[in-house]
């Protein structure tokens, strides 16, 4: 049986890379099980540097393990195409750059108990509570930025998970005035918002990288939460 499969994988007609489901992390199995997909395979031109699959996250650890690809549910990820193919028409030289995608219930339990100082409902502005389910968990929902080609993130005036009031949309012309944001700031956030809203998303009030393709209510009720 092992001569045979090993026979078939030589004689692949296929010249690309031959990638056997073994290979892939069981957490990718699982996504692709319950119907999502890889973006870089809707849209080969999106960048993607999964934070949590790094140290270089607000909690300081590798939350994703294996998990290093950006999955979403079907409708999300064509939306994600949709903007991407925007963004390149207005801007030739830049590039949506993915933050977040697809999260397992389990990597949200982790950044929920990653904030034990803040008291629950402040928290629930930054990470949503894993008993509810985030829209991140349905994947539903998209942590983003623009870059250039090269994956130099343009300056949004924070970083990625920056918790706190220079990171709200809903605060940007106070904070222009103030002087602690600059315009050059809002314009890149605006060429981002531009291009996820005309192809269907929605942003959120405290996190300028967070987009919705569903609301979590249209989300619970048409998918299943990646565990
Ligand atoms: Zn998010």
Same mark, same amino acid.
């Given at each position: 049986m092992r001569f045979f499969t090993l026979l078939l994988i030589t004689l %692949? *007609?296929? %010249?690309? /890379?031959i990638s056997p489901s073994?290979?892939? *992390?069981k957490v990718e199995q699982a996504m692709i099980k319950q119907g999502l997909v890889d973006v870089h395979k809707v849209d080969p031109t999106i960048l993607v540097d999964l934070?949590? %699959?790094?140290?270089?996250?607000? +909690?300081?650890?590798? +939350?994703?393990? @294996? &998990?290093?690809r950006a999955y979403l549910q079907p409708m999300a990820a064509k939306k994600l195409a949709k903007a991407s193919k925007y963004l390149q028409v207005h801007h030739p030289n830049l590039r949506l750059l993915v933050y977040d995608a697809a999260r397992p219930r389990s990597a949200q339990w982790n950044l929920w108990n990653a904030? /034990?100082? &803040? /008291?629950e409902n402040e928290r629930q502005k930054y990470v949503a509570d894993p008993r509810k389910g985030s829209i991140h968990n349905y994947g539903c929902a998209v942590d983003l930025t623009v870059a250039t080609k090269d994956a130099e993130p343009l300056d949004?005036?924070?970083?990625? @998970?920056?918790?706190?009031?220079?990171?709200?949309p809903s605060r940007e012309e106070k904070l222009l005035k103030s002087g602690k944001l600059t315009q050059q700031q809002l314009d890149n956030r605006q060429i981002l918002r531009t291009a996820m809203r005309q192809a269907g998303f929605s942003a959120i009030e405290f996190e300028w990288w967070h987009f919705n393709a569903l609301s979590r209510e249209k989300a619970k009720m048409a998918f299943r939460i990646v565990d």
């Open positions: %692949s *007609p296929f %010249s690309g /890379p073994f290979a892939q *992390p934070k949590y %699959s790094t140290t270089d996250n607000f +909690v300081g650890k590798d +939350v994703y393990g @294996d &998990l290093t904030l /034990p100082n &803040l /008291p949004m005036g924070t970083k990625y @998970d920056f918790f706190g009031e220079l990171a709200y």
